[in-house]
Every structure is written in C-alpha cells, then in structure tokens.
C-alpha cells in the first residue's frame, strides 16, 4: 500500500531518506545505510574448524512507488555500537529488511530502536531466541503507545532480522519479507511468507476472530504478521489471546558449516520477480564475477526492476567467506551415465590390438 507520508513526524526521531556511511553514533540512533562491513568470529567449535568471515552489503531503490517505504540496517558489532562490551569476545552482528505499509513510519521506528531493545535485554545474547520474540513484542508496543500521541503515525511494517552469534544463524520473521540461504548453490528457505493464503495463517486467524477476503486479512491487508498497524480496528489486541495480526515472529536457527556461502534478505518486492533458487543462482554467478557484496546487491535489485518489478526493493546480503562460491560441476537433467562391460571393454582391446 501507498500513502502519503505524514508531516507531523518532527521530534520522533525519523529521518529523511538518504544514504549514510556506516559510523559510531550514540544510543539510541541508527545508520540508515551500511556500506560493506566485514567481522570475524575466531572461536573454535570442537565440532568444526569452520571459522564465519561475515561480509556484509546493501542496496535499495524506490522501484515503481511514489514513495519509499523500505528501510533496513546493517550492523557488524550489535553490542559494541551501542557501547555495551561484547560477552567473551563474542561478535554478535545484526541485518534486518523493514517493509512498510501506509508510509514509511513504522519501518523507521522498527529500524532504529529494535536493535537497541533486543541488546538492553538482560537474556542478550545469551538467550538471542527468547530475547527476539521479546524484543518483537516489545517494539511493537512501544509504537502503539507512539500512535496514540501522533495519530499520523498510523502505518505498519513488517520485519525480517538476521543474527550471526559464533557460528549460529538466526532469522526472525513477521510479514513477508524473506531470508534465502546459499549452501553448495542450493537455496534454503529460511523464513515462512506470513500472507492470508497460507493455511496455517489462515487457521491461526480464524481462532482468534478474524477473516480472510478476497486474499486479505478482513479485508485489509495482504500480511497477517507486522508491526504497527494500530489504527486499523479488529486487527490487534493488547494482550492475551489478541488480534488476528500479530507481531510475534517465526525464528529458524541454524548451525553454520563450511558448505553455507552468503545470505540474502530482501523486501518481497525481490520476491515478486526472483524465485529462491533463481536469486541463489543469480548471485552465486555475480560474487564469482567481482566478488563484492554491495555490487551484488545493487545488480539483483537493477536485475528485479528490469524484469519489470514495481514495488520498493531492498536486497542485503551477508556472506560467510571472504572468497567468491566455487565453481559446482552440476549434472545435467537427462543424461545418462554410460559404462563398459568387462566383455566389452576386452573385445575393444582385441579390435584395437589388430589396428
């Protein structure tokens, strides 16, 4: 959805779209735009020699809207930029895609203190699952209790995030932005769509009250998780069992190996014109190329506006080695593998000994 962006957002700690250089800044602010970052984890897994070289890049672009609603954060130290000591050594970094709906608000909100909440927890990092789901929660509270003093301030947003802790990899989702993972040139789904055509959505909206029409959650909405949206009656409840839009996320962590080459996030604009495996594809090519993250990203948001996309489009990738994929011999669909008979291969010897 479009809408006009509010003019009474002085004071919020919104700010006007640009590009910044990644930088220190106090509690409490984030970087609009990172460039390439790169951070390193060297603890040693007694099960696994496998040491994540994080590598980071960004790029987004209005696409066919009038107005930008995208917004997105890449940070390579999350404890350190906000002046908190990092537990033994540990690197904690943190990506996240933000994509709003009825202007650009909430996805600024979300984008510039989620980070923030989620390191002021007391279970961080220790406890990075609880705290998450938490810090979703709490987030969304915090813009409600800003919607009821700035009624302008009514718009949504949903959120995708992105941890790398050692070699662990967590990704937290509500709405439809996706995380794809690259392992051997195979894409893993990372995240689940929250739209109301997933029956498990379906079913979960319809015990607590709501409706799906015509594709959308009571017929407003094309989401059934996302942040915001407290204007819209119906939708959300404060506390138990609440509404049918919900803030809480889907977490999927994973172990990192060798075999896991890069991460991309992207808004669903991405989605609407890249399949997993294609952006996998597309990327894997691109890295083998130049192998730089940010280049990568700017080409698979150009590639998504030439096959003719035309929502917002945001596309972070995060790779975990500092040298472009290999090369994979794949096999090709409808060959078939040939081989010679012992017989055989004697009668070749014996028509061949008599040349």
Not at 122 to 131: G, M
Not at 259 to 270: K, N, P, V
Not at 289 to 317: F, M, P, S, Y
Not at 320 to 339: M, N, W, Y
Request: aromatic content about 6%; some cysteine.
């Amino acid at each position: 959805m479009c809408a006009e962006e509010p003019e009474d957002t002085e004071g919020l700690g919104f700010r006007e779209e640009g590009i910044e250089e990644a930088a220190e800044f106090p509690l409490g602010q984030m970087e609009r735009v990172c460039e390439n970052t790169t951070s390193a984890d060297f603890r040693q897994n007694k099960l696994s020699n496998f040491i994540p070289v994080v590598r980071s890049g960004d790029w987004s672009d209005i696409g066919g809207r009038q107005y930008m609603e995208d917004a997105h954060v890449c940070i390579p130290d999350l404890a350190k930029n906000f002046g908190f000591p990092s537990l033994n050594s540990e690197v904690v970094s943190f990506y996240g895609v933000f994509d709003g709906h009825g202007g650009k608000d909430a996805a600024h909100f979300v984008r510039d203190n989620l980070p923030r909440v989620i390191v002021e927890d007391s279970d961080f990092p220790l406890q990075l699952e609880k705290v998450v789901r938490r810090s979703f929660m709490q987030i969304d509270c915090q813009f409600a209790e800003t919607c009821s003093h700035h009624r302008a301030l009514s718009s949504g947003t949903t959120a995708l995030t992105a941890m790398i802790f050692g070699r662990s990899l967590l990704v937290a989702n509500a709405g439809d932005c996706r995380a794809v993972l690259s392992r051997c040139g195979t894409a893993i789904e990372m995240s689940m769509d929250h739209r109301p055509c997933s029956l498990t959505e379906k079913l979960r909206i319809e015990s607590l009250g709501g409706y799906v029409d015509d594709g959308y959650l009571n017929g407003l909405l094309g989401v059934t998780r996302a942040l915001g949206d407290w204007h819209l009656e119906g939708m959300k409840e404060v506390g138990e069992p609440g509404g049918p839009l919900i803030a809480e996320p889907e977490l999927k962590m994973i172990t990192l190996t060798k075999d896991d080459e890069f991460l991309i996030i992207g808004s669903d604009g991405i989605w609407d014109v890249f399949s997993n495996q294609n952006s996998v594809d597309f990327a894997r090519k691109r890295l083998q190329e130049h192998n730089d993250v940010k280049l990568c990203c700017k080409e698979i948001v150009e590639e998504a506006i030439r096959r003719g996309a035309i929502d917002n489009l945001t596309a972070v990738l995060v790779s975990f080695h500092l040298e472009p994929p290999p090369q994979i011999k794949v096999d090709r669909p409808g060959r078939v593998a040939r081989s010679i008979s012992a017989d055989g291969l004697n009668s070749l010897r014996i028509l061949l000994g008599r040349q």
